[in-house]
């Protein structure tokens, strides 16, 4: 092979090594290098006809927002945090899905239900390059587990940049209230 054809050949390697997607921010970062979703599924069988304990939460999200009369959109990435607020038992998560500006459903982020130990936080990451959701994005919670002393808090935090200026601003889970 001459020098012209390895050179060719080591430019592709590269150019194609360099073309692998980008890895999940939520595995990046977790301590196992796995997904926190994943590592938290419930792999026993859980015995739920004791739980007094079931809520839904509305959680808003802002996956991009407006910054001047131009109507500049500036893409933000959230932090969905889940935290079970009760120093002797878990928490159950049953559904985390998340629902554009419309309304419409886009993704479910679990395909098991979760169940978050005492103390324990979930945080999970929405990349600001996934923009499906809008300015009017919310996630549906579903949780539950032994009584009252269960209950989480559920928070958002985004934060994004315009210019030179770096913004971040936090929203609440508000309970749902079912008719």
């Known amino acids: 092979m001459s020098n012209k054809n390895t050179i060719k050949a080591f430019v592709i390697v590269l150019l194609l090594s360099g073309c692998s997607p980008q890895q999940d921010p939520n595995v990046a970062l977790s301590e196992r290098q796995q997904d926190p979703i994943e590592q938290l599924e419930i792999t026993k069988n859980v015995d739920r006809s004791q739980f ?31 935290r079970n607020t009760t120093l002797k038992h878990p928490l159950f ?31 999970y990451i929405v990349e600001k390059e996934e923009d499906k959701g809008g300015s009017g994005a919310n996630f549906i919670i579903e949780v539950e587990g032994v009584d009252e002393t269960v209950r989480p808090v559920i928070e958002a935090v985004m934060i994004g940049n315009f210019s030179n200026k770096g913004f971040a601003f936090t929203t609440e889970g508000t309970p749902v209230i079912h008719q």
């Open 93 to 123: 998560i049953n559904k985390i899905d998340y629902y554009d500006t419309d309304g419409a459903f886009v993704k479910s982020y679990l395909t098991k239900p979760i169940e978050l130990p005492a103390m324990g936080t979930l945080n």
């Open 52 to 82: 007094s304990y079931k809520e839904t939460f509305y959680v808003p999200i802002y996956s991009d927002i407006y910054t001047d009369r131009d109507n500049r959109k500036v893409l933000l990435s959230a932090t969905l945090s889940v």
